[in-house]
């Protein structure tokens, strides 16, 4: 499956975004999706994840109360509403795609992944 994130840019601390991840190649109904963040020199963190049916949800503390994750299997996409965002939240954000519901919050567990969009979050 290849995944494509956007929805990512400019905005002041307490703004919010969209990023959304579109589906090509296969239907996203088939995995559990997760999102996660990179910021320079850092290691990619865990952000958020979703099951299949959308049923269950989970997030990194940090982010727990502000960011939400949905998904719509008919347009097969995943989303990430990002709410009061702050400096901090300034990374690139890649969704990706598991079969496995295990470890959620590992990278290894990730099959596939979207190219990244970048948020920047101005103080």
């Known amino acids: 499956v290849q995944l494509q994130a956007s929805g990512g840019g400019l905005v002041q601390a307490g703004g919010s975004l969209r990023l959304s991840c579109a589906a090509s190649g296969r239907t996203l109904s088939n995995y559990n999706m997760g999102w996660f963040r990179q910021s320079p020199g850092k290691e990619r963190d865990f952000v958020a994840y979703?099951?299949?049916?959308?049923?269950?949800?989970y997030y990194a503390d940090s982010v727990k109360g502000r960011f939400t994750i949905s998904r719509d299997n008919a347009k097969n996409t995943v989303d990430l509403q990002m709410n009061s965002l702050k400096p901090e939240d300034t990374a690139v954000y890649y969704c990706?795609?598991?079969?496995?519901?295990?470890?959620?919050?590992?990278?290894?567990?990730?099959?596939?992944w979207g190219q990244g969009t970048q948020v920047t979050v101005s103080s």
């Open positions: 990706s795609a598991t079969f496995t519901g295990d470890s959620y919050s590992l990278r290894v567990v990730y099959d596939y």
């Open positions: 979703i099951t299949r049916s959308g049923g269950t949800t």
